[in-house]
């Protein structure tokens, strides 16, 4: 066994009103993946930030080399070898993709001091041959897609040459292909004497990648071991203290009147010739690989984009949106894929987050007077989803929360709002397996209630066990409409990669 890189002793941080980290250990060595398994909730991104200097710990101790250690913010952690590549890419969308990977650590030149961008333009060419990206170096972030933004701080990541990587859900916005080049490139830094520590809520990764494994729970650690020597079954007794049952509800769909009908609906550029019709209790699948333009058609749908063509029936009458406001109030409601940046207002509370859709009906002249209702509409529907925070009384701020949380939020402000047609673009991306079959069954209970439901996954288990009907695109093309309890895993992908004609579909 190797010699311990980093050690976690009695670490604890306590921030008001709740106790994020309670006494934990860690063990991480070089030339190792090492697994962080929790729930939403658990404490893996407090952990995090402390190892990365965002936080400073409220007691304990961490030891890198054999010596104590400290940290006075990220520089600090950055100069002593940790580096952290977080769930939610935070990159400079204005500059370009040399600019994001060496911001912070910019090369000069030894004699001038100037800044040498001849030279970090070439080492930002052999990073992204490293990674089998084919960007150029002066692109903008911006026009890069969110997988290649991923990929892009993965490369900056490497060039900082760490000795302890950490990997926050790096998957969760990568295709297939990708992802085995990721795994590869952690493969490489594992032979390099890397330590990787290594956090998803994927079992099907951890068991792939992972060496050893270390499971917290409600900020507490609870055990630790070999991969090789566990199961699934074991790890998520040990995350949530039960079994969990089925992943996916028993439903049996009582499909209703047609709420929806699109036809022949288009955007240049995005995606054409879309038709399809929905019904009241239905829960439709939409699935395509990465660009394949399920997110633009449900933008489109919800009035943020415009169509260029096509035409759409809402409850019998001819619907074009206004906009988002315009689709709301007349009973649509989405989940938008990035919770960050679409989904919250990160510099707002919890409070106000959950209860911003219906603000209208809480404000007199402009300022929230119904505060006691306001509180009740909160406790409610936060308690629905079981959002981990530190009460729904204090003004907790919704960036504080951890990644599953804030997705907990997003869904929760959507729930009053009583929609007829809800979309869910990515809706468990970064949630743990618990409350994963707790988003299922909302969404089959939203099902049940007579609400139409698009959902769109990436992943395609959840697709096959969710939906009814299963709507299938392929680069900006709907190629198939399948009937759920007809389709397999290989049918649904066959059409995903075109590998079969398209299909004339208007069902």
Not at 34 to 53: F, M, R
Not at 478 to 501: F, G, H, N, P
């Amino acid at each position: 066994m190797q010699e311990a890189l980093l050690e976690v002793h009695n670490l604890t941080k306590v921030f008001p009103g709740i106790r994020a980290l309670d006494d934990v250990h860690l063990t991480l060595r070089s030339g190792e993946v090492h697994a962080l398994i929790g729930e939403n909730g658990a404490g893996k991104s407090t952990l995090v930030k402390i190892l990365t200097g965002v936080y400073i710990p409220t007691n304990g101790t961490l030891t890198l080399n054999g010596k104590e250690i400290s940290f006075k913010n990220a520089i600090d952690a950055q100069q002593a070898g940790i580096v952290a590549i977080h769930q939610e890419a935070s990159m400079f969308p204005e500059l370009s993709v040399t600019e994001n990977i060496f911001m912070g650590h910019h090369l000069r030149n030894p004699k001038t001091k100037k800044l040498d961008w001849k030279t970090m333009t070439e080492k930002t060419r052999e990073l992204l041959a490293r990674m089998q990206l084919d960007i150029n170096p002066d692109t903008l972030v911006k026009n890069l897609s969110v997988a290649k933004r991923h990929m892009v701080e993965i490369s900056k990541a490497l060039s900082l040459d760490a000795d302890l990587v950490i990997m926050d859900e790096p998957t969760s916005a990568l295709t297939g292909r990708e992802v085995e080049d990721l795994f590869r490139i952690v493969r490489s830094l594992k032979e390099e004497g890397k330590a990787i520590l290594f956090i998803s809520h994927k079992f099907e990764e951890i068991f792939e990648i992972c060496d050893y494994y270390t499971v917290f729970r409600d900020g507490q650690y609870i055990g630790e071991g070999k991969v090789a020597d566990s199961d699934e079954d074991a790890i998520i007794k040990m995350m949530i203290g039960r079994s969990i049952g089925h992943l996916y509800p028993e439903h049996t769909p009582k499909i209703g009147k047609e709420i929806l009908t699109v036809e022949h609906l288009s955007q240049l550029g995005a995606f054409k010739d879309i038709s399809f019709k929905l019904h009241e209790g239905e829960i439709l699948g939409l699935f395509g690989l990465v660009g394949a333009g399920r997110s633009e058609v449900v933008r489109t749908i919800f009035g943020i984009d415009k169509s260029s063509e096509g035409t759409m029936i809402l409850d019998g009458k001819a619907f074009k949106p206004k906009g988002a406001m315009d689709s709301m109030r007349r009973g649509i409601a989405l989940v938008p894929e990035d919770r960050q940046k679409q989904g919250l207002v990160l510099k707002m509370s919890l409070t106000r987050n959950i209860s911003l859709p219906v603000l209208t009906n809480l404000c007199w002249k402009g300022i929230v007077t119904r505060k006691k209702v306001e509180k009740e509409y909160v406790h409610e529907h936060g308690n629905q989803m079981e959002i981990k925070a530190a009460g729904y009384h204090v003004d907790v701020d919704a960036e504080t929360l951890s990644g599953g949380n804030q997705q907990k939020v997003v869904l929760a402000k959507w729930i009053g709002t009583k929609p007829k047609i809800l979309i869910l673009d990515e809706p468990t991306k970064g949630i743990d397996v618990a409350t994963k079959a707790a988003v299922h069954q909302f969404i089959a209970d939203m099902a049940d209630k007579g609400v139409a439901v698009i959902l769109i996954s990436s992943e395609l288990p959840e697709v096959l066990g969710m939906s009814d009907r299963i709507l299938v695109m392929h680069e900006g093309y709907q190629t198939a409409i399948l009937e759920a309890k007809d389709a397999t895993a290989e049918s649904v992908m066959r059409y995903a990669i075109a590998s079969v004609q398209r299909e004339a579909t208007n069902a």
